[in-house]
């Protein structure tokens, strides 16, 4: 689990250069999803909203997601996770939660 946390984390937080690769339809839009789902869950726990535990599923989630449905090395799909936090700010990303988690899920399946 740890190995996980720390995965996510660096495909969530650590500063990337700008994509080289450009992500279109069905995987722009598993980036936005598993950006959402990310980004939701490092905000939540930081104000004790969920536990640990949630959040890690969450950030699970999220790389099922990118590994799944995204195409592309790691590094690509991490600068493309920053291009897409760096244009949407936390109010957006929470309307996108509310709006279409349960939708992403569907449209993205992990299992």
């Given at each position: 689990?740890?190995r996980?946390?720390?995965?996510?984390?660096?495909?969530?937080?650590?500063?990337?250069?700008?994509?080289?690769?450009?992500?279109?339809?069905?995987?722009?839009?598993?980036?936005?999803?598993a950006?959402?789902?990310?980004?939701?869950?490092?905000?939540?726990?930081?104000?004790?909203?969920?536990?640990?535990?949630?959040?890690?599923?969450?950030?699970?989630?999220?790389?099922?997601?990118?590994?799944?449905?995204?195409?592309?090395?790691?590094?690509?799909?991490?600068?493309?996770?920053?291009?897409?936090?760096?244009?949407?700010?936390?109010?957006?990303?929470?309307?996108?939660?509310?709006?279409?988690?349960?939708?992403?899920?569907?449209?993205?399946?992990?299992?």
């Open positions: 689990m740890k996980l946390v720390t995965i996510c984390a660096a495909l969530i937080c650590a500063a990337a250069p700008l994509a080289a690769r450009t992500y279109e339809g069905e995987e722009a839009a598993a980036l936005r999803c950006n959402t789902l990310a980004y939701t869950a490092v905000t939540l726990g930081r104000a004790d909203m969920i536990g640990e535990d949630e959040k890690n599923v969450m950030l699970g989630i999220t790389i099922l997601i990118l590994e799944r449905h995204v195409s592309g090395t790691r590094a690509e799909k991490k600068a493309a996770m920053q291009v897409m936090r760096d244009r949407r700010d936390i109010d957006a990303t929470l309307r996108d939660y509310r709006r279409n988690a349960a939708k992403c899920l569907v449209q993205f399946p992990i299992n």
